[in-house]
């Protein structure tokens, strides 16, 4: 059970009947010792239950709306519960990382096997693939639209707990989830002690301090393009929503294919010039001042968690995607986030040059 | 790609079992947090502290000091070398031998 695909020479051992039991036993802690490392990469029950009960509660919206249940309702009702559902879904997505990060393990992973990509992928696949059946079916009776969302909320909780299983019974087969870390943060590997966090920065003279300050400050553009980013990736995923309401019409592939382009580069470009620069991006802020930044950022970027429940919502009532409004709206963050996020930066940095 | 060759080698320093199940977890896990280690292996700050210390004396393991997320103190995290990965798969291959395994 040593490292997989690895072909193994073995030199001739003296293995009385007691060292063989010691052996046995030794190798048989480490079985335990694997299921107790499997057990930190495994995503929580809760979590995965919610993600399951959501998808059937969605289907269930999905059918109500397209079936008419809804129609008394008027388009800001329905407009709030698109937010309220992205909001719920934001919740849950931070709480799980909440949750994760203090497992004391780099959790963000790839399946470590290709079954476990088999089930990871298909499990928000099977999710989001039922919230379609009330639109194929125009019409069904609400049972039937109940039976396929329970169905689709009990195939993807299986195929989630699938993927899990995977995984685990990699790591307890001796298998290494260091090759498939997600975090991509290899610098925090230490090699060479190269990642720039706080206390490296403070342990240097205050002239150099000063300047290696200056040099990891953001560029301009990088909050820019982070907002960017966000509100490209909520206007092409409205874009798929607004093709399944109305079917394909003339260039309605272009934006969402358009904005993945953009994403990809936008993407690429904040991730090289963070990596370049070798920042520890996990660096918290060091004063009051700076947390009042840190916490303006962070208020900031619920506008696009409401454009993006607004744009849901009307795009689910209308079949058509609103850009004018996301196009304000998103203006408004893109500004308020680069003004904020420059302003944090430098403040972090001026914190750190004082020695904060 | 030519897969590397492993050489069963019975290795007394990972062979204690508490530095055996480390190794295990590290190999697993890949950088883990000190803490983590501690609630993984049920000991205490000073048995998982000393185990740590006699692995990294020879080399099988790197301890890294982060500024941690909760209360901004440093926190420690462990990873094996190449080294320690090496001797550790080497000593793995050594046991399954003696047991009948291999």
Same mark, same amino acid.
């Given at each position: ?12 051992? $003296? ?108 499990? $928000? ?159 918290? $802020? ?35 995607? $609103? ?34 | ?102």
């Amino acid at each position: 059970m040593i490292a997989m695909n690895t072909p193994l020479q073995t030199k001739p051992l $003296p293995a009385s009947p007691d060292a063989r039991l010691s052996a046995a036993d030794a190798l048989s802690s480490l079985t335990s010792t694997r299921e107790a490392v499997a057990n930190r990469f495994t995503t929580p029950m809760w979590y995965k239950v919610s993600v399951s009960v959501g998808f059937a509660i969605a289907t269930m919206l999905v059918w109500a709306l397209w079936g008419g249940i809804f129609s008394s309702l008027s388009d800001l009702q329905i407009i709030l519960c698109g937010v309220a559902i992205t909001a719920v879904g934001v919740v849950l997505e931070v709480v799980l990382v909440w949750k994760m990060e203090r497992r004391g393990i780099h959790w963000l992973t790839m399946p470590a096997t290709p079954s476990g990509w088999l089930y990871g992928v298909m499990a $928000p696949f099977v999710g989001i693939g039922t919230m379609t059946v009330p639109i194929w079916c125009n019409g069904m009776a609400w049972w039937m639209a109940l039976i396929a969302a329970v169905i689709g909320g009990v195939a993807t909780l299986l195929l989630m707990n699938m993927c899990d299983a995977a995984m685990r019974d990699y790591i307890v087969a001796g298998g290494s989830m260091d090759k498939v870390r997600l975090d991509g943060d290899d610098r925090r590997d230490d090699k060479g002690n190269e990642l720039w966090t706080r206390a490296r920065l403070l342990a240097l003279p205050d002239e150099e301090r000063r300047e290696t300050a200056r040099r990891l400050t953001s560029p301009y553009w990088l909050h820019t393009a982070i907002g960017l980013e966000a509100m490209l990736c909520i206007v092409s995923a409205l874009e798929v929503v607004s093709l399944f309401k109305i079917g394909s019409h003339a260039g309605g592939f272009i934006i969402p294919v358009g904005s993945f382009v953009l994403i990809y580069a936008l993407d690429t470009t904040v991730t090289r010039w963070t990596r370049n620069a070798k920042v520890d991006t996990r660096m918290m $802020p060091a004063s009051p001042v700076s947390w009042v930044l840190f916490f303006a950022m962070a208020i900031t970027c619920l506008i696009p968690v409401y454009l993006a429940g607004y744009g849901f919502g009307f795009t689910l009532r209308s079949g058509n995607v $609103p850009l004018a409004k996301l196009a304000v709206g998103g203006l408004v963050f893109v500004v308020l986030f680069s003004i904020f996020g420059q302003l944090y930066d430098r403040r972090r940095y001026s914190d750190i040059v004082k020695g904060v | 790609m030519a897969t590397p060759v492993i050489t069963a080698q019975f290795n007394e320093v990972i062979h204690a079992p508490m530095r055996l199940r480390i190794c295990g977890l590290l190999q697993g896990a890949g950088e883990v947090e000190f803490a983590a280690i501690r609630d993984m292996l049920g000991v205490s700050d000073a048995v998982c502290s000393k185990h740590l210390k006699v692995l990294s004396d020879n080399g099988y393991v790197t301890l890294a000091k982060r500024p941690g997320q909760r209360n901004g103190h440093d926190v420690t995290w462990v990873s094996l070398t190449d080294e320690g990965r090496e001797a550790f798969e080497s000593h793995i291959a050594a046991l399954q031998a003696i047991a009948g395994l291999g």
